[in-house]
């Protein structure tokens, strides 16, 4: 079994910024993508930023130039700043991995089970 942990979630004004952390724990041999998605109230669940085993990002266009996803593989952690928070940032954040628990397995998604984040205005 794997668990995926969130934190840094809070509230915060307009402009601020926060850092959300998500660490994976558990059956673990290597971990491809790891990313970061989000739900705001009465919308579907989106991806905001992933970025893989090496290190390769992508974004969604609404966060490009203000959020930067990174990991730390040793760690099995995957970060995500958030810079120049708006009100429509405001949602639940969800970690997300792709995690291999053998050498003889494929990847497993996992997710984590979310972290809120409300921004002010």
């Known amino acids: 079994q794997v668990q995926l942990v969130e934190s840094g979630g809070g509230l915060v004004q307009a402009g601020g910024s926060l850092r959300l952390s998500c660490a994976a724990s558990g059956s673990i041999f290597s971990i491809n993508a790891m990313g970061w998605y989000r739900q705001a109230p009465g919308k579907q669940r989106e991806l905001v930023a992933a970025?893989?085993?090496?290190?390769?990002?992508n974004y969604a266009d609404s966060v490009k130039g203000r959020f930067t996803i990174s990991r730390d593989n040793a760690k099995n952690t995957v970060y995500l700043q958030m810079n120049s928070l708006k009100p429509e940032d405001t949602a639940v954040y969800y970690c997300?991995?792709?995690?291999?628990?053998?050498?003889?397995?494929?990847?497993?998604?996992?997710w984590g089970k979310g972290t809120l984040v409300t921004v002010s205005s």
């Open positions: 997300n991995a792709d995690v291999i628990a053998t050498m003889k397995t494929d990847g497993m998604d996992y």
């Open positions: 970025i893989t085993s090496g290190g390769s990002t």
